[in-house]
């Protein structure tokens, strides 16, 4: 799948479009920052190699704007309780992340995850280490510098 970021600008929102390996796509303007959401699932579900993750669940076929509806009219696959295992890890370690990034290091981010787990009745990632971790960070600081040297208007495609 092709993942492609445009930028927008004061009067136009980002955009994200996916386009699927049957070569159909889906796509939708992001609010302001939530392109660091998205990036960041790149990174978690390309190092762990998720394939039932955000992206995943788009190649499959669902719309960007499936997860975004309320609950109740959500396509019963995206419901949380019906939704694949990786896809929930993916949205833990998601948040964990972007909270690290827009602020701090988190300390014993290990243990934070491991309990955000338990408390989800989710069992542990079995390719998370300190090393794939490591490598998730750095692949996120390269997306992110490479997005925030993008020029409004402009693009950039990750290949998932």
Known sequence: MIIKFTKGDLTARSKIICTR???????????????????????????LEFKQGFYGILDQGFQIEDFELPRHIRPAALIP??????SIQSELLVNQLTMEVLQNPIEDFM?????????????????????????IRNLIDVIK??????????SMELIF
């Open 145 to 154: 510098n490479q997005w925030a040297d993008i020029e409004e208007g402009k």
């Open 21 to 47: 390996t049957d070569g159909s796509f889906t796509g939708a303007s992001r609010h302001p920052g939530i392109e660091l959401h998205d990036i960041i699932h790149y990174a978690v579900e390309t190092i």
């Open 111 to 135: 243990e934070v995850f491991k309990k955000a787990l338990e408390v989800n009745k989710l069992p542990f990632p079995d390719r998370l280490n300190e090393s794939t971790l490591s490598k």
């Open 81 to 86: 309780s019906n939704l694949p295992i990786e």
